[in-house]
């Protein structure tokens, strides 16, 4: 039934979005600080442009432009002799073999399609955001570890490879750690991208219901679902904060921060 | 129609006054700009009486969670790691059937259906937890200097409390409440688009902004207008807040004083 299936669309989602922001933010907090000044520049305008954008006015506005974009080069590359403009008026055409997906595509194409276009807006945001954290990571490993490493001879790259990479993520645990809490919370989101996800499910399956609905006799079960859905978030909070405690405990070992010294006291 | 007219037909469109129907065809940027401006009303109506009451439990909460008594200390935490650990989108959704069907049983939750108490009463309980969870952090990182320096002035209890540890609490705690507090205001458009429904069309900036978009099938238009007006009002805010903070550590010298940095969250 779709309903157990949604629930594994927002695991599926929260597997697929996790990896690939923490990719964005990687690749958009090394831009940041890249030494070629156009690099640092285009890391840092992804940073600012993304964190400034309300939040689900972001979601709402991203997915459709990012759709509007992919059919708009599509349109260019594939029909180049179209004569008509694309906007007219407040209409969007393009010609029907630039439509994504196509139109004679079968059903699991749309989804897969919209699903897809969901994660990529989930992963663009939080890169973002996981970039910014990553950055002050990497602004945080103590300057002595990596005046050392130059002492010894390493260029750029070694340091960045040897002694900057791996002392960071403790220091980006706790702000990842409160991301992808965030991540988590932000996954309900899904149903307004127009994907099958739970919250679609249960305005679904109460559908041939109206609003008054109150008067019926076994009572309106919908709050159970929600209820549900709520222990649901909550136990996957508890498990998440658990499991990064650990993580952190395990980085901590042999830094040079506070952790650290007290685990290695305590050994 | 000219734009005078338009603002006196639907700038208080969202709470009833004027026009009965919404624009349906040849929009203009006008019309735009009032109704998604009317439907701000909401948004600030929202954000203003939560973040006010929530201010209130948010102490309790934070003081609560504190205490060494276990009490007043498991139900404050519980408190907010049920609104701090669970989408405020389902919490709207959950809030809104619940007193859907309490409403079956007793006629006292009649009101709580309609947004202006119900979504109130959840965005309410989500600030204070969040809130309560800065105030309690702050409390934590009170500096020990301070409290010792009170009990060399004699001061206990409620005194200290109120003349050196509240005050310390909200200076620390300040900047990262006036951040809680702007996202609060952006977290109001989620009222009319979770359970809540807007009745009679009224609803806030999202709800309108999101009509036109649908309308026109042109999004470029409308939420870049939405965008502008919560731009605004974050400005107002940070500048409300800034006032305050400025009072609160009056007493610092320059280099000391906190400022405020502004951090974007995405979701709550």
Redesign the interface.
Known sequence: MGLYYSFGTVLLLLAITGPAALLFGFGGAVAARHHIAPVRLFGKTYISIV???????FF??FV??LDQALEWVRHKVKCPDWSEPIRQG???LVCSAAKLPLGTDPQWMHEVYGFLLAALTFAI??GA?AANVLYGAMASVPHGQIETASAYGMNRRQIFRRVLVPQMWVYALPGLGNLW??L??????LF?LGVEDI?YW?RELGGSKT?R???YPH??W??W???G??VF??GF??VSEKVLDRIMARLSRGQATLAGEAQRKAA | MSCIATIQDYALRSIGIGERLLPRSDFTLCQQFTLIGSGMIWNIYFGLFAVTLGFFLANALALGKASKNTWLRKPSEWFIFLFRGSPLFIQFFFAYFLFQSLKGSSPFFGSFTSAWLGALLVLFCNTAAYTGEIFYGALQSVPKGDMEAADAYGLTGWRRFRRITWPTMMRLAWPSYTNEAIFLFHATTLVFFSGFPAWRQKGDALYYASYFADKTFNPFVPYPILAFYFILLTLVIIGCFGMVNKRLNRHLPKMQQQKFKFRMNVIR
């Not at chain 1, 988590?184 to 989101?189: F, G, Q, V």
């Open positions: 964190r400034g954008v309300p939040d689900i006015a709402l506005f459709i432009a407040n209409d969007f945001v939080f955001f809490m965030v988590i919370k932000a996954t309900p989101l307004l919250v249960a609003a609905f109150s008067d009572g309106d919908r709050v679902y929600f209820l859905l709520l978030y909550l909070t508890r």
